[in-house]
């Protein structure tokens, strides 16, 4: 059984069915499949354009959203970005982000101070760093301060911060370098000069291929296609069925863990897997692991809002070859960050307008939570007109709001993933809980995580 039919849910009912003999039931609580990923037509005066409302690609260069698409014949409908450089919105004026880069850490320090971000104090400090080998963090730590020692607080605030912090809506001298950017948490490990670490490391296996990549048509395809085969394959999906209580046997107890329905029916499973936001997994599991329902709900949050806009095309005209603009939090706007979707992917550009998807909300900014709809939209206008230079109004908006939103992995995130593992396999162990807010933000760790917790039951 399989509680919640997000993209963790559904990849985790996905691998039971590879495995014979295995019958599994997704039960989602609300009227649709694909929790965050969601996407939907804008209405703009020429007809309706189809925009994704949360993500709207994927990273191509790890194996496990690409695989999928492949085990589900959609291959064939990846697409790539038609641009990928981002700008960030600095000092009133938009510079393009550095090209060499791992994570906000420059590579090339002629890059970067093309890129005018910096100052010529951040610029100095950011050399200085090569003279000053360090050894390698003890435990995890805050990425914002381990790179602020290093490089200086200008390149936290206005390089690494706004990628970094943008991906979860989250403050980099809270988040965890060991949770959050693994690739930099390996480097450090090494001691020494961490940009002459990277930049070996780099050398040593250049990346090949786009960095993202997305499924023609939209995101959701990619849960409509899954469950579609899913169904074909015997799986159960229900939607309206929202679980409320699970009853789990401990070790050597009954065979069956029990879930309650908010309907009041009752379902024995040989097996769960909980992929629920954590603060809905730390309620169903109060019961039966105590300690592991600690562990969740202390996940914090951050609510975002997405606010999809479309501008006639005499009245936006985005820097060429230009993917997005992120917006520092020393700004003080409502804006993090702007993604130009029809720059980006060629079935959002209907040739008489832009698409543009501002971002709001981040884990110091809750403004947007008070505002309605439309004076969100409008704030969020004004803003985009002083950033990007808007001259006229919008042929169409539309408003998404996340909340829960983005789970924030603050330091020593994976030690309590870890105790959370651990606590289960001794309280419930036929229980498993996953999904973005404990292993891993992107679609491909979503899909990753939910086959391995059903692998791993269904293998026992
Ligand atoms: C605005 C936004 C943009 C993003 N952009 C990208 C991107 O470009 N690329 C990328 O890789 N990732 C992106 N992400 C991240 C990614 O979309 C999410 O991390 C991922 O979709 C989460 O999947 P999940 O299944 O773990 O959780 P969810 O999608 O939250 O699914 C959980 C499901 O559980 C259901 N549920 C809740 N309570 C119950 C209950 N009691 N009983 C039964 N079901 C229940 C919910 O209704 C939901 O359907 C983005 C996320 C957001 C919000």
Same mark, same amino acid.
């Given at each position: 059984?399989?509680?919640?039919?997000?993209?963790?849910?559904?990849?985790?009912?996905?691998?039971?069915?590879?495995?014979?003999?295995?019958?599994?039931?997704?039960?989602?609580?609300?009227?649709?499949?694909?929790?965050?990923?969601?996407?939907?037509?804008?209405?703009?005066?020429?007809?309706?354009?189809?925009?994704?409302?949360?993500?709207?690609?994927?990273?191509?260069?790890? &194996?496990?959203?690409?695989?999928?698409?492949?085990?589900?014949?959609?291959?064939?409908?990846?697409?790539?970005?038609?641009?990928?450089?981002?700008?960030?919105?600095?000092?009133?004026?938009?510079?393009?982000?550095?090209?060499?880069?791992?994570?906000?850490?420059?590579?090339?320090?002629?890059?970067?101070?093309?890129?005018?971000?910096?100052?010529?104090?951040?610029?100095?400090?950011?050399?200085?760093?090569?003279?000053?080998?360090?050894?390698?963090?003890?435990?995890?730590?805050?990425?914002?301060?381990?790179?602020?020692?290093?490089?200086?607080?200008?390149?936290?605030?206005?390089?690494?911060? &706004?990628?970094?912090?943008?991906?979860?809506?989250?403050?980099?001298?809270?988040?965890?370098?060991?949770?959050?950017?693994?690739?930099?948490?390996?480097?450090?490990?090494?001691?020494?000069?961490?940009?002459?670490?990277?930049?070996?490391?780099?050398?040593?296996?250049?990346?090949?291929?786009?960095?993202?990549?997305?499924?023609?048509?939209?995101?959701?395809?990619?849960?409509?296609?899954?469950?579609?085969?899913?169904?074909?394959?015997?799986?159960?999906?229900?939607?309206?069925?929202?679980?409320?209580?699970?009853?789990?046997?401990?070790?050597?107890?009954?065979?069956?863990?029990?879930?309650?329905?908010?309907?009041?029916?009752?379902?024995?499973?040989?097996?769960?897997?909980?992929?629920?936001?954590?603060?809905?997994?730390?309620?169903?599991?109060?019961?039966?692991?105590?300690?592991?329902?600690?562990?969740?709900?202390?996940?914090?949050?951050?609510?975002?809002?997405?606010?999809?806009?479309?501008?006639?095309?005499?009245?936006?005209?985005?820097?060429?070859?230009?993917?997005?603009?992120?917006?520092?939090?020393?700004?003080?706007?409502?804006?993090?960050?702007?993604?130009?979707?029809?720059?980006?992917?060629?079935?959002?550009?209907?040739?008489?307008?832009?698409?543009?998807?501002?971002?709001?909300?981040?884990?110091?900014?809750?403004?947007?939570?008070?505002?309605?709809?439309?004076?969100?939209?409008?704030?969020?206008?004004?803003?985009?007109?002083?950033?990007?230079?808007?001259?006229?109004?919008?042929?169409?908006?539309?408003?998404?709001?996340?909340?829960?939103?983005?789970?924030?992995?603050?330091?020593?995130?994976?030690?309590?993933?870890?105790?959370?593992?651990?606590?289960?396999?001794?309280?419930?162990?036929?229980?498993?809980?996953?999904?973005?807010?404990?292993?891993?933000?992107?679609? &491909?760790?979503?899909?990753?995580?939910?086959?391995?917790?059903?692998?791993?039951?269904?293998?026992?």
């Amino acid at each position: 059984m399989v509680v919640g039919g997000g993209i963790t849910g559904l990849a985790a009912a996905w691998e039971a069915v590879q495995h014979p003999g295995v019958s599994v039931t997704v039960l989602e609580s609300t009227d649709r499949l694909g929790g965050k990923v969601r996407t939907s037509a804008l209405d703009l005066p020429t007809g309706a354009l189809v925009v994704d409302e949360g993500a709207d690609n994927f990273l191509a260069r790890v &194996p496990d959203a690409v695989g999928l698409c492949d085990e589900l014949g959609l291959t064939a409908e990846l697409v790539e970005p038609r641009v990928g450089r981002a700008m960030v919105a600095v000092g009133g004026q938009l510079h393009p982000y550095p090209e060499r880069h791992v994570l906000g850490v420059p590579l090339d320090l002629d890059d970067l101070a093309h890129s005018g971000i910096l100052s010529p104090a951040g610029l100095a400090a950011v050399a200085a760093e090569r003279d000053h080998p360090r050894p390698a963090p003890e435990d995890d730590v805050a990425i914002g301060p381990y790179l602020a020692e290093r490089f200086g607080q200008e390149l936290v605030d206005h390089v690494v911060g &706004p990628l970094v912090g943008g991906i979860n809506a989250g403050d980099v001298a809270e988040l965890s370098l060991r949770a959050v950017v693994p690739q930099l948490a390996e480097a450090a490990s090494a001691g020494g000069v961490l940009s002459e670490v990277l930049r070996d490391r780099l050398a040593a296996a250049p990346p090949a291929g786009p960095v993202f990549t997305a499924v023609r048509g939209g995101t959701e395809r990619l849960v409509t296609t899954l469950a579609e085969q899913l169904t074909g394959r015997g799986a159960g999906l229900r939607t309206d069925a929202a679980v409320v209580a699970l009853e789990a046997p401990g070790p050597g107890g009954p065979d069956v863990t029990r879930l309650r329905l908010a309907s009041g029916e009752v379902i024995d499973a040989d097996a769960v897997v909980v992929a629920t936001p954590a603060p809905v997994a730390a309620s169903l599991l109060r019961t039966a692991s105590p300690d592991a329902a600690d562990l969740l709900a202390g996940i914090d949050h951050v609510p975002v809002a997405f606010v999809a806009v479309a501008f006639d095309r005499d009245h936006l005209r985005l820097p060429g070859g230009c993917s997005g603009v992120l917006v520092p939090r020393d700004a003080g706007l409502l804006l993090t960050a702007a993604s130009f979707g029809s720059a980006k992917w060629a079935a959002w550009d209907d040739g008489r307008h832009v698409v543009v998807r501002a971002a709001a909300g981040h884990r110091h900014d809750r403004r947007h939570t008070d505002l309605a709809d439309d004076e969100l939209a409008t704030a969020l206008l004004a803003e985009l007109r002083m950033v990007l230079g808007v001259t006229g109004p919008p042929a169409a908006t539309r408003v998404t709001r996340w909340d829960p939103g983005f789970a924030q992995y603050t330091v020593g995130h994976l030690d309590r993933m870890d105790r959370l593992d651990r606590r289960l396999a001794s309280d419930a162990p036929s229980v498993r809980v996953v999904g973005a807010d404990l292993g891993g933000l992107g679609l &491909p760790a979503c899909i990753r995580e939910g086959r391995r917790a059903a692998r791993r039951l269904v293998e026992g």
